[in-house]
């Protein structure tokens, strides 16, 4: 049994971090549910804990849905994810000379780099950002990709672009083959019949029986927001409770079945784990590539790790599984604060029997906290501090009237002299930071800094 108690420790020091309100999580294996449990708050003003039947939004986990919707259809001869998408819309997509095709959409391969519709919807209908889109339904999104197209950067099939749009296409197509509405579709084809009795769409949540309420992390705080609703649906659409999202896990560990019930075939299933299309991200986990609807990274101390994240903005998702091992694990959140992947990898580690404090994001992560803090120069003659930017870090130098901002970008974190760089004049400028039994000194052009104490 994993040491489920050191994730708890983890998960609640991210969120300590982050200022993260709630989150959810569970552990599957293939017979159920092995571990769950709430932390924080689903809804702080009213003192609300969160708990693992909180409803979340899952964001862009329900595009493994739509996948599993679209090989439905494939397997009842209703169409071929070889299908052109103008056999079914009134759109003929086409880039560099080629028709585009559902799996061209499904692995996020059309050649057409994000039109970020989703991303001004969700900004506006939250009060994050003024730009709107008036994207009601699929067919405004259809009419709002007219010319797309011309965007294009290259022709179908090699290179990935995240495409929300795309798979808001993806739904109607499966409107126009099954006759059913899309929502309606996947409640009868696939949430009854795994019995995820707690999924609903966004529009539907605050009616849930335990809703978590959606919040902002902002500059001045956490900011008590609202819950984007409307044209996101086969792209983002879908909201469940943990413990649900662990049981969909579930099904794949089951090659498409769950407690003797099936949706899928096990062929579709392997289908939907193959990595298609490289993503750009390079990291320490091997090649990385995208299925249907499915993320999938090929080298996790020996094994493949496939699944999914989402996020509209005010609920965060992740969820992923070994299918070799037979386990699995589900996070929901009802902000934008730690990367659940990253911890959905840290419990992983513990329940394949490795030890997650070796993963390459919880060393760095470690090594940039221990240098965070305020550093002084001789005497006191100058003033900085080191603070957290992203995954980086970043020198602060400020005075009653301004303030320079240096981004720090690790290169080597291994030994007692940890390397930075940054760029100044145009030109790369190293940056170190000097571990030693008498404190940290930080060398920076012609400064040298001892660290002073923690900021303020």
């Known amino acids: 049994m994993a040491d489920f108690k050191r994730f708890e420790e983890f998960i609640f020091e991210s969120m300590s971090k982050t200022k993260l309100p709630g989150l959810s999580a569970a552990a599957v294996d293939r017979k159920g549910v092995i571990w769950s449990r709430g932390f924080g708050f689903r809804d702080v003003e009213a003192g609300k804990p969160a708990t693992p039947d909180t409803i979340y939004g899952i964001g862009s986990i329900t595009k493994s849905f739509t996948a599993i919707a ?62 709107w889109v008036p994207t009601a339904t699929a067919e405004d999104i259809v009419t709002f990709m007219s010319g797309a197209e011309e965007w294009a950067l290259e022709a179908p099939g090699t290179r990935w672009f995240y ?20 929502r309606e579709y996947v409640r009868r084809r696939i949430l009854e019949p795994l ?22 992390i902002a500059q001045e705080g ?16 879908l909201a469940m409770s943990v413990l649900d999202l662990a049981r969909y896990a579930r099904m794949y560990l089951g090659r498409g079945e769950l407690d003797g019930r099936r949706i899928l075939s096990p062929e579709s299933v392997a289908e939907m784990e193959v990595a298609r299309v490289p993503v750009p991200y390079r990291g320490p986990f091997g090649e990385e590539g995208y ?36 386990v699995g694990i589900a996070l929901l959140a009802n902000a934008s604060g730690p990367r659940l992947a990253q911890l959905a990898l840290y419990g992983l580690a513990l329940m ?18 221990e240098l965070i803090g305020v550093y002084e120069a001789f005497r006191g003659t100058m ?24 981004p720090l970008v690790p290169e080597d974190l291994s030994g007692e002299a940890k390397l930075f760089f940054t760029l100044r004049n145009g030109r790369k400028l190293p940056v170190e930071f000097l571990v030693g039994d008498d404190g940290i000194r930080l060398v920076y052009e012609r400064y040298c800094f001892r660290r002073a104490g923690p900021l303020p």
């Open 70 to 131: 679209l090989l439905q259809l494939q397997e009842e001869g209703k169409l071929s994810v070889d299908d052109p998408i103008g056999k079914f819309l009134p759109l003929e997509l086409a880039v560099k000379g080629e028709p585009v095709r559902i799996w061209h959409l499904l692995t996020h391969s059309s050649g057409i780099p994000a039109l970020a519709y989703a991303e001004a919807f969700i900004r506006a209908a939250t009060g994050a950002a003024p730009a």
């Open 163 to 182: 495409l929300n749009e795309g798979y808001a296409l993806l739904g109607k197509v499966i409107e126009e083959v099954s006759g059913l509405d899309y």
């Open 195 to 216: 019995g995820l009795g707690s999924a609903c769409f966004l529009e539907d949540i605050e009616a849930s029986a335990e809703p978590a309420a959606p919040y902002v």
């Open 222 to 237: 956490r900011v008590r927001s609202s819950v984007p609703k409307g044209p996101i649906a086969a792209d983002g659409g």
């Open 291 to 326: 299925g249907y609807g499915l993320w999938i990274i090929s080298e996790f101390f020996g094994r493949r790790v496939i699944g999914h994240g989402g996020s509209v903005l005010v609920y965060t998702a992740h969820m992923a599984y070994v299918p070799e091992e037979g």
């Open 352 to 369: 394949l029997g490795e030890d997650p404090e070796t993963l390459p994001f919880v060393v760095q992560g470690r090594a940039l906290e």
């Open 383 to 406: 003033r900085v501090e080191v603070r957290p930017l992203g995954e980086m870090l970043a020198i602060s130098i400020r005075d009653k009237y301004t303030e320079e901002l240096i």
